[in-house]
């Protein structure tokens, strides 16, 4: 099972991290992260949940991953001194630490992360080998389920109903289907009360569980 990097590290050093920046927050929608930037800096996620997105030559956007609270990002960058391969936004209000490259390398050593942190990079390239493989092969309606269930995993909540602050505009381009198939696939789970739609944007969901079930009733 997928871990955070707050549980591969532990937390003890989990804090120590966090200590070596101030918090920041940052607007739902900004960009974290660019694809293709210099790795200048890791950003630590300490609450909110962020997409990872894959820009294609057309500008298209393909999702690799959604993050939650206690994942590094933009990690490889920094420990392999290459551009950023992907890009992070946030999908919602997130609090986050802006760690310098010098600081984070010099921390990795000090406490050997390395090798922890690669087997980690390897856990995150399989899982979005997954996540690109639905996109690719899945129906509109299993693709949209699964992009809600990561959301929904991600914001690691206790609240009865999670807030999704995308537009349904935003979740077509992230799962490579049209507005108006993602709103055919809506429809049924909104009559059921299995998520609400939100007038300003975005999504309530009620019941992650039975919107996957029904997802992959129509296969």
């Known amino acids: 099972m997928y871990q955070s990097h707050m549980a591969v590290i532990g937390e003890s050093l989990w804090s120590q991290l966090r200590g070596l920046a101030p918090m920041r927050v940052r607007p739902a929608r900004s960009v974290l992260l660019r694809q293709g930037g210099p790795g200048t800096h890791v950003v630590l996620l300490a609450s909110g949940s962020t997409l990872v997105t894959l820009t294609g030559p057309n500008g298209e956007r393909t999702l690799l991953a959604i993050r939650g609270p206690g994942e590094l990002l933009g990690e490889?960058?920094?420990l392999d001194a290459q551009p950023r391969s992907a890009s992070v936004i946030a999908a919602e209000s997130c609090h986050v630490h802006l760690i310098p490259a010098p600081d984070f390398l010099s921390f990795v050593e000090s406490n050997g992360l390395l090798?922890?942190?690669?087997?980690?990079?390897?856990?995150r390239v399989r899982?979005?080998?997954?996540?690109?493989?639905?996109?690719?092969?899945?129906?509109?309606?299993?693709?949209?389920?699964?992009?809600?269930?990561r959301l929904v995993d991600a914001a690691a909540t206790s609240q009865p109903a999670v807030s999704v602050r995308l537009t349904q505009e935003?979740?077509?381009?992230?799962?490579?289907?049209?507005?108006?198939?993602?709103?055919?696939?809506?429809?049924?789970?909104?009559?059921?009360?299995?998520?609400?739609t939100d007038p300003g944007g975005?999504?309530?969901?009620?019941d992650i569980t039975s919107i996957t079930a029904h997802a992959r009733s129509t296969m």
């Open 115 to 123: 090798n922890p942190l690669l087997r980690h990079a390897i856990a």
């Open 170 to 196: 935003e979740l077509s381009q992230m799962i490579g289907a049209s507005r108006n198939a993602v709103g055919t696939a809506i429809k049924p789970w909104r009559e059921e009360g299995w998520l609400e």
């Open 127 to 149: 899982e979005s080998e997954a996540v690109r493989l639905e996109l690719a092969t899945a129906c509109v309606p299993v693709r949209l389920a699964g992009a809600l269930r």
């Open 202 to 206: 975005g999504l309530l969901i009620h």
């Open 76 to 78: 490889l960058a920094v």
